[in-house]
């Protein structure tokens, strides 16, 4: 194997790529790497051997650059440590962002949920409308993701339209079947996703989406047990 395509399947390995020397000072880039969410791997290159001197050399030619570390993101070369550590920190903050988000939505959920604890049977429409409106959305990611990857195949298409198919359905009929039937989906979409395109997603996300996934099912299941005592008003 070239050390061009040496490179280029180490680019391809992790989202974060680090190329340094036996002597580099990372700065806290680790920590960086942390907070971003990223996975990243380090590649060592001591200059005591002929080959890596080559392999460096390659390195080079290839980013410009004569100096280690050099830091790629998706396998785009984005400068030192400073570039990479102002790269990062974008990233970690649109990652907390996404959290801070993601982890709000589940208070309609759980509100909607103890309301119908409280015997409050006009929120259970509600409770139904906010599942189905959600369980389309994380539908509708994988259709977006789908647009912008290169290699993606067809029955990602064809699987990202489903969770809005059974999310009508859920509100088309009964609550005392439609609850449960969004929890199902919210159940079965986090399964395909994990099984079908799970390595594709960052680590934050996949964690993420497991604990919104569980607080969803848990609030639909819990509101659809409340709800048995006013089954003829549902």
């Known amino acids: 194997m070239s050390h061009e395509a040496e490179i280029a399947k180490l680019l391809g390995s992790e989202e974060v790529v680090i190329f340094h020397s036996p002597v580099t000072d990372l700065g806290g880039l680790d920590e960086v790497l942390e907070q971003s969410g990223r996975t990243w791997r380090t590649?060592?290159?001591?200059?005591?051997?002929?080959?890596?001197?080559?392999?460096?050399?390659?390195?080079?030619?290839?980013?410009?650059?004569?100096?280690?570390?050099?830091?790629?993101?998706?396998?785009?070369?984005?400068?030192?440590?400073?570039a990479g550590q102002e790269a990062l920190m974008k990233r970690a903050s649109a990652v907390g962002a996404a959290k801070w988000m993601g982890y709000l939505g589940l208070l309609p959920f759980i509100f909607a949920a103890a309301g119908v604890w409280f015997n409050l049977p006009w929120v259970i429409p509600i409770l139904a409308a906010y599942g189905a409106v959600i369980l389309s959305f994380v539908g509708a990611i994988h259709w977006g993701l789908a647009m912008v990857q290169r290699g993606v195949s067809a029955p990602v298409f064809y699987a990202s339209v489903v969770p809005a198919l059974v999310a009508w359905v859920a509100l088309l009929i009964p609550k005392i079947l439609g609850l449960p039937l969004l929890a199902a989906g919210f159940i079965?979409?986090?399964?395909?996703?994990?099984?079908?395109?799970g390595p594709l997603l960052p680590g934050w996300f996949r964690a993420m989406r497991t604990v919104l996934t569980i607080g969803a099912v848990a609030s639909l299941l819990l509101g659809w047990l409340a709800l048995l005592p006013f089954i003829g008003k549902a």
Not at 51 to 65: E, Q
Not at 188 to 197: M, T
């Open 188 to 197: 079965g979409w986090r399964l395909w996703e994990q099984r079908n395109v």
């Open 43 to 82: 590649v060592e290159l001591g200059m005591g051997s002929a080959d890596s001197r080559d392999f460096f050399a390659a390195l080079k030619a290839r980013t410009g650059m004569q100096t280690l570390p050099q830091i790629f993101i998706h396998g785009r070369f984005v400068g030192g440590i400073r």
